[in-house]
């Protein structure tokens, strides 16, 4: 399988011109799975609710439309994060589009600072999804920091995880291969570069896009900024074997009855 991220800055607000700009990036990318940052289309710094909500979209939106076109002209799956509209509520959502249309949708379960403001806490539970012969688990951005994110969707069967991610922190990308050795799988964390000055200070993203196998290495890593493309091979089988020795099983020897507090 050949699972990789797009790495780039996107300009806020300007949701058909950064769609464009994806197009054109993924124009003959040669994979099965590529992941591309949290909020994508959209930008990150929202100066208020209103403003959040008008740039929302349900996951059928113009957003989803454009997203399968680009996976149907290329012939592989799209993991992406976008501000998904209920109502008069939003979520911070990650989507999962194919060649044939939508696959499924996650909503953010563990909000980073102020996105606690402006954002509904993900109520969909972690989940995962059928890619070819693969099932790949989403999860978005600061879910990374508690391990129970990865370690759900590995209990649910993912063997790769799409992380789309807006990262201002520095520890995420050296955090990732503990997450995929825990858990035995692929991890593909794609996040944006560039800087965003709409409220406060601003942020300043952290790029380093990476790719980990369960093993623990790392099979790509992106420039700290500017904008990157990477496809790597994978072998699926090295997440499918959760036998690190002859009498040890990562997920058969957990104890959960010993996991209470006190
Ligand atoms: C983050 O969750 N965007 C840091």
């Given at each position: 399988?050949?699972i990789g991220?797009?790495?780039?800055?996107?300009e806020?607000?300007e949701?058909?011109?950064?769609?464009?700009?994806?197009?054109?990036?993924?124009?003959?990318?040669?994979?099965?799975?590529?992941v591309?940052p949290?909020l994508?289309a959209?930008?990150?710094?929202?100066?208020s609710?209103?403003?959040?909500?008008?740039?929302a979209?349900p996951p059928?939106?113009p957003t989803?439309?454009?997203?399968?076109?680009v996976a149907a002209r290329?012939?592989?799956?799209?993991?992406?994060?976008?501000?998904?509209?209920?109502?008069?509520?939003?979520?911070?959502s990650?989507?999962l589009?194919?060649?044939q249309?939508?696959?499924?949708?996650?909503?953010k379960?563990?909000?980073?600072d102020?996105?606690t403001e402006?954002?509904?806490p993900?109520?969909?539970g972690f989940?995962?999804?059928?890619?070819g012969?693969?099932r790949?688990g989403?999860?978005?951005?600061w879910?990374w920091?508690?391990?129970?994110?990865?370690?759900?969707?590995?209990?649910?069967g993912?063997?790769v995880?799409?992380?789309?991610?807006n990262?201002?922190?520095p520890?995420?990308?050296?955090?990732m291969?503990?997450?995929?050795i825990e858990?035995r799988?692929?991890?593909?964390?794609?996040?944006?570069c560039?800087e965003?000055?709409?409220?406060?200070?601003?942020?300043?993203?952290?790029?380093?896009?990476v790719?980990?196998s369960p093993?623990?290495e790392?099979?790509?890593?992106?420039?700290e900024q500017g904008?990157?493309?990477?496809?790597?091979e994978?072998?699926?089988?090295?997440a499918?074997?959760?036998?690190p020795t002859?009498?040890?099983?990562?997920?058969?020897?957990?104890?959960?009855e010993?996991?209470?507090?006190?």
């Open positions: 399988m050949r991220y797009l790495q780039f800055t996107p806020f607000g949701v058909a011109r950064n769609l464009e700009r994806v197009a054109l990036a993924l124009e003959g990318a040669d994979a099965d799975l590529l591309l949290e994508f959209s930008g990150y710094q929202f100066r609710r209103e403003e959040l909500l008008e740039l979209e059928d939106g989803a439309e454009a997203l399968i076109r290329g012939g592989f799956h799209l993991a992406a994060g976008f501000p998904e509209r209920d109502g008069d509520r939003a979520y911070n990650a989507m589009v194919g060649p249309g939508r696959v499924g949708v996650y909503r379960t563990h909000l980073f102020a996105e402006i954002f509904e993900g109520d969909s989940q995962v999804f059928a890619v012969e693969a790949v989403l999860m978005v951005c879910d920091i508690f391990p129970e994110s990865a370690r759900t969707l590995a209990l649910q993912a063997e995880i799409a992380h789309t991610a990262l201002v922190l520890w995420c990308q050296s955090c291969p503990a997450r995929c858990n799988v692929f991890a593909v964390t794609a996040n944006r560039g965003e000055r709409r409220v406060g200070d601003g942020l300043r993203f952290t790029g380093q896009s790719i980990v093993r623990g790392t099979l790509a890593r992106g420039p904008e990157a493309l990477e496809v790597v994978t072998d699926l089988a090295l499918r074997d959760k036998k002859a009498r040890n099983d990562l997920f058969g020897d957990r104890r959960p010993m996991y209470r507090l006190g």
